[in-house]
């Protein structure tokens, strides 16, 4: 079984600038979850892809944006940087279950190694 | 807004001290989780709780998740220097569309000292 992987592994980049952080899913996994982890706190929900599709968005500003391709893998893409953005970025993985409505609600989700990005 | 207070924030004990770390909210998760996190590197999942009252063991560390399903705790029993480390509780609302978002506590930073 493959485990979560992300790339690259620490990025610098000046403000103003884009950057763009690739994520692998867990093998069966068909969700993944992007989140920011500020040094010393606990990770902070940026958005959740699920087959495909935005599938929920935590307090971020339209400038983080993300993709899903068909192989489950993921994209986050941050515009504009800024100082503040400077933060451990993890991607988790889970298998989510379409609800009613078609809301996934996926269950344990499992997280890469994460990308460290550092705004100058 | 779902939140959860982790405590204590620190935690500097001796080898084969007990310890407790406690994750309460206002609010009602239908799971929560438990990662164990080291520097640099992304979170672990050490268990996940979903029935109110459930306990769960995992070697020296016992998990149990409030019967109201607000709060848990993670109880470490004979603590060893390997278990040192960023220890998060992270739940998932209850109830409507939460879409997967977890929410995450603050954080409990144990070192164990030989």
């Known amino acids: 079984e493959t485990g979560v992987t992300q790339s690259p592994t620490h990025l610098i980049k000046t403000r103003g600038q884009q950057v763009t952080l690739r994520c692998s899913s867990q093998?069966?996994?068909?969700?993944v979850s992007w989140y920011q982890q500020a040094l010393g706190q606990g990770p902070q929900f940026i958005f959740q892809y699920y087959r495909e599709e935005e599938n929920g968005r935590g307090n971020f500003p339209p400038r983080f944006s993300g993709l899903q391709f068909p192989n489950y893998s993921s994209e986050l893409n941050v515009n504009a940087l800024e100082l503040d953005d400077s933060a451990l970025y993890l991607c988790?993985?889970?298998f989510g279950v379409g609800a009613s409505g078609g809301a996934a609600v996926p269950y344990e989700q499992y997280f890469g190694p994460g990308t460290r990005l550092t705004v100058t | 807004t779902q939140l959860l207070e982790q405590s204590p924030q620190f935690l500097s004990i001796q080898e084969g001290e007990n310890l407790t770390v406690y994750c309460n909210s206002s609010s009602v998760f239908s799971s929560l989780q438990w990662y164990r996190q080291e520097p640099g590197e992304g979170p672990v999942l050490l268990v996940t709780v979903v029935t109110g009252g459930e306990v769960k063991k995992l070697k020296r560390l016992t998990f149990q998740f409030g019967d109201a399903r607000k709060d848990s705790s993670l109880h470490i029993t004979a603590a060893q220097p390997g278990d040192t480390g960023l220890y998060l509780c992270?739940?998932?609302?209850?109830?409507?569309?939460?879409?997967?978002?977890?929410?995450f506590g603050q954080g409990t930073i144990l070192t164990v000292h030989p």
């Open positions: 093998s069966g996994h068909n969700t």
């Open positions: 988790a993985s889970s």
């Open positions: 992270a739940g998932l609302p209850a109830g409507g569309t939460s879409y997967g978002k977890l929410t």
